[in-house]
């Protein structure tokens, strides 16, 4: 399919799940706080994400060798299943949402039924628990996408390792604006890591219940004091820094490692990444893409990472500056990634 053709299915996919969305009434549908506070920022600035999705389904059609219609296309971590609407829309044959959060599946099933955008399989569990029923099912995707999920996966390593058990050949695209090659994001998401691992967040409307808003330094402290009440403060405190990155489960392995040789094998490099260590969700993780690259090969999967350019919304002015900087970006090697708001990578399993 021809560039121009698939901008142009996109653009009037995007037109009619406008029209479904903006008709629905949020009250009447009662979702969580969390998906309300989602949609109602999606409705609001329709046009922005349609574009910043169009986008990311552009790269995907693109890898398609066989008509959309004949297609299966997966959301992967959905959300409020806005990708997962706007792939039913462009008219692939089957779409799989999934998330780990069963409030959010939930949340998607109404909010598809109150849209009349029927999406095919509703998958609540993580990567293993979304591969083992693609696999009991036979269902053989083609496509798997995402937005902004690949800088929350705990352990990239142990996920491309599942995915790659997939037993049918497949194209993932993910997007994530948390790009670690621009300079400006990375300043802005290290002051975002260094507020959740030393100050915590305030619980505002549409939290997330599974998230902490605790210091995420003070919650691996709790942590050890309860296990290890013998141990001081001081030594706490420092065992306590030096897990920076794991969660639960894995901070007293390698605790008890350090207690019973005084070393650790955990050691994180970046100097400000930090994860929730009740759930293992990353603060915007900013990926070492050459390790990133080492770990999909590994799983005998190819690799390219890419470009994004900026998405327009209803401010004029910051649309034509939007334009002179995509403009710089087309004229650049696709994967010069300074000046992206955010990247894609592309895997394919053969």
Excluded at 43 to 66: C, M, P, R, V
Excluded at 265 to 294: M, R
Aim: hydrophobic share 35%; proline share 3%.
């Amino acid at each position: 399919m021809e560039n121009s053709e698939i901008k142009a299915i996109t653009y009037q996919a995007s037109m009619r799940l406008s029209i479904k969305l903006q008709k629905l009434d949020l009250v009447k549908l009662k979702l969580s706080e969390y998906n309300t506070a989602y949609l109602n920022k999606y409705l609001t600035d329709l046009d922005f994400y349609s574009n910043l999705y169009g986008q990311l389904l552009h790269k995907a059609i693109i890898k398609l060798k066989k008509p959309i219609k004949e297609s299966t296309f997966i959301d992967y971590g959905g959300g409020s299943g806005f990708l997962s609407l706007f792939a039913k829309e462009l008219g692939f044959k089957t779409v799989i949402y999934n998330d780990l959060y069963n409030i959010s599946v939930k949340d998607a099933k109404k909010i598809s039924k109150a849209a009349q955008i029927e999406i095919d399989h509703f998958i609540c569990g993580d990567c293993a628990e979304l591969v083992a029923n693609l696999n009991t099912e036979n269902l053989k995707p083609d496509l798997i996408c995402s937005f902004d999920v690949l800088e929350h996966i705990y352990n990239l390593d142990t996920w491309f390792h599942q995915i790659s058990t997939i037993r049918n050949p497949f194209h993932l695209i993910f997007t994530t604006s948390a790009n670690t090659k621009n300079p400006f994001i990375v300043r802005r998401l290290r002051k975002i890591h260094n507020k959740a691992e030393h100050k915590g967040t305030n619980k505002t409307n549409g939290w997330k219940k599974t998230d902490s808003n605790l210091a995420f330094l003070e919650i691996r402290k709790q942590i050890l004091t309860e296990k290890y009440p013998e141990i001081k403060p001081e030594t706490i405190e420092i065992l306590a820094m030096k897990t920076r990155g794991l969660k639960k489960k894995d901070i007293l392995i390698q605790v008890n490692q350090f207690l019973k040789t005084g070393k650790m094998d955990h050691q994180i490099k970046d100097p400000t990444n930090t994860c929730d260590p009740l759930t293992g969700n990353w603060a915007e993780n900013l990926i070492n893409l050459k390790h990133l690259k080492t770990i999909i090969n590994s799983y005998d999967m190819d690799i390219q990472i890419k470009n994004s350019e900026y998405a327009y919304n209803s401010n004029k002015n910051l649309n034509y500056v939007k334009r002179i900087i995509n403009l710089l970006i087309r004229t650049l090697n696709s994967n010069v990634l300074m000046f992206s708001p955010s990247y894609s990578i592309e895997v394919e399993k053969k």
